[in-house]
């Protein structure tokens, strides 16, 4: 199985900066697309950016400029760098994985457990 475990949410003032890291391990022989999602209470989970394994990122309007996403393959781990936060960027913060268990191609998708971040004003 894969098991992708984030670090790094917490409580920061507007303006500050936070960093997300996700770390997948188990089966891997390979990781397509990487990304970020945010939960806010009573939303819907959104989109926030992805990674694909060759590095073309890609943002939703709302935190480009303000936020980095980045991977490094040799430790299949993907990281977002948050920097300006404002209150609306509260959220749980969840990674995913497009996983390659084997030789097959086939891939698998998986989601971290989740990370809250929380903007105070």
């Known amino acids: 199985q894969v098991q992708l475990v984030e670090s790094g949410g917490g409580l920061v003032q507007a303006g500050g900066s936070l960093r997300l890291s996700c770390a997948a391990s188990?089966?891997?022989?390979?990781?397509?697309?990487m990304g970020w999602y945010r939960q806010a209470p009573g939303k819907q989970r959104e989109l926030v950016a992805t990674i694909t394994s060759g590095g073309t990122t890609n943002y939703i309007n709302s935190v480009r400029g303000r936020f980095t996403i980045s991977r490094d393959n040799a430790k299949n781990t993907v990281y977002l760098q948050m920097n300006s936060l404002k209150p609306e960027d509260t959220a749980v913060y969840y990674c995913?994985?497009?996983?390659?268990?084997?030789?097959?191609?086939?891939?698998?998708?998986?989601w971290g457990q989740g990370t809250q971040v929380t903007v105070s004003s």
């Open positions: 188990g089966s891997i022989f390979s990781i397509n697309a």
């Open positions: 995913n994985a497009d996983v390659v268990r084997d030789r097959s191609g086939r891939y698998y998708h998986y």
